[in-house]
């Protein structure tokens, strides 16, 4: 069975750093697999949001616009793990974070795909 598990999500200040971690597991193989994966958010009272995007195979990536030029999605192929590296946080990056992965057809992907695995989720606390 499929299983992600997030990881490092702390309390933090405005403008440090923080990394996050997926690691996949029960079918979802990183190393010569074709999978979407993404990062999502969701704050308090606020609606779900994407935050980003890799593909297993391709490696293609994408980060929402709001995130772009502090945030990238990398992943490790022999640690069967994606990545989430948050710089220069702003309290409006304070929500839950979660892993998320739908199998590709592609080698690309999108926010807007039915993702239909999901990690527990990891919090992210920023303070001004």
């Known amino acids: 069975q499929v299983q992600l598990m997030e990881s490092g999500g702390v309390a933090v200040q405005a403008g440090g750093s923080l990394t996050l971690s997926c690691s996949a597991s029960g079918g979802i193989y990183i190393s010569g697999s074709r999978y979407c994966m993404a990062w999502f958010r969701q704050a308090p009272g606020k609606e779900r949001e994407g935050v980003g995007s890799i593909h297993t195979f391709s490696g293609q990536r994408h980060v929402t616009d709001s995130v772009k030029g502090r945030f990238t999605i990398s992943r490790d192929v022999a640690r069967n793990t994606m990545y989430l590296r948050m710089n220069d946080l702003e309290p409006g990056d304070t929500g839950m974070y979660y892993c998320?992965?739908?199998?590709?057809?592609?080698?690309?992907?999108?926010?807007?795909?039915?993702?239909?695995?999901w990690g527990q989720g990891t919090q992210v606390t920023v303070s001004s």
């Open positions: 998320a992965a739908v199998e590709s057809l592609g080698l690309a992907c999108s926010l807007r795909y039915e993702y239909n695995f």
